[in-house]
T-cell receptor, first 113, second 113 residues
Framework: DTAVSQTPKYLVTQMGNDKSIKCEQN?????MYWYKQDSKKFLKIMFS???????INETVPNRFSPKSPDKAHLNLHINSLELGDSAVYFC????????????FGSGTRLTVV | GNSVTQMEGPVTLSEEAFLTINCTYT??????LFWYVQYPGEGLQLLLK?????DKGSNKGFEATYRKETTSFHLEKGSVQVSDSAVYFC????????????FGDGTTLTVKP
């Protein structure tokens, strides 16, 4: 199926640990994104890559590091996890034009204990 | 910068009621406008879009018209169903700022039988 798939769907980990979330899209889109959604459902963009190049890097702690090995993959690595990192993280992709909407993955619910 | 303001929720309606969720925006240039829907436990899905003034986007009985004079893109549905219960996000995407989308804060809709 054509989609944006991210793994894992759930991630429970202890404070101080390092974890990664993976994202892959097979839609042929040029641009991929990471968003954070908090408990009130507010969406905040974190990063965006276009053809493996970082184009958006919002004010995010440098414990968060994205990596895009190719334009179909965008991974998110988080070092030294904190309680406040608990949220749902969404990957999305899009064509590189304002006329196109985003296709979102189903999300990764991260819980830091 | 760009911004999107949505009607605050939560909104609770009875089945078959008329739905309006207000959305206004501020943007430079001529952005495209979108509505996304997020069902419980899922990622956002593109519901409809309009790419220029006076365009009407429609899907699954939902409609929204791009009104440049009032900078609005209100979502409407004539008769809601229980299955429409979800969080609705208004968004815009312009050609500036690396083509980043700006999302509203989301409006939670609950439809009761």
């Amino acid at each position: 199926d054509t989609a944006v798939s991210q793994t894992p769907k759930y991630l429970v980990t202890q404070m101080g640990n390092d974890k990664s979330i993976k994202c892959e899209q097979n839609l042929g889109h040029d641009t991929m994104y990471w968003y954070k959604q908090d408990s009130k459902k507010f969406l905040k963009i974190m990063f965006s890559y276009n053809n493996k190049e970082l184009i958006i890097n919002e004010t995010v702690p440098n414990r968060f590091s994205p990596k895009s090995p190719d334009k179909a993959h965008l991974n998110l690595h988080i070092n030294s996890l904190e309680l406040g990192d608990s949220a749902v993280y969404f990957c999305a992709s899009s064509q590189d034009s304002a006329n196109y909407g985003y296709t979102f993955g189903s999300g990764t619910r991260l819980t830091v204990v | 910068g760009n911004s999107v303001t949505q009607m605050e929720g939560p909104v609770t309606l009875s089945e078959e009621a008329f739905l309006t969720i207000n959305c206004t925006y501020t943007a430079t240039g001529y952005p495209s406008l979108f509505w996304y829907v997020q069902y419980p436990g899922e990622g956002l899905q593109l519901l409809l879009k309009a790419t220029k003034a006076d365009d009407k986007g429609s899907n699954k009985g939902f409609e929204a018209t791009y009104r440049k004079e009032t900078t609005s893109f209100h979502l409407e549905k004539g008769s809601v169903q229980v299955s429409d219960s979800a969080v609705y996000f208004c968004a815009l995407r312009g050609n500036t700022n690396a083509g980043k989308s700006t999302f509203g804060d989301g409006t939670t809709l609950t439809v009761k039988p």
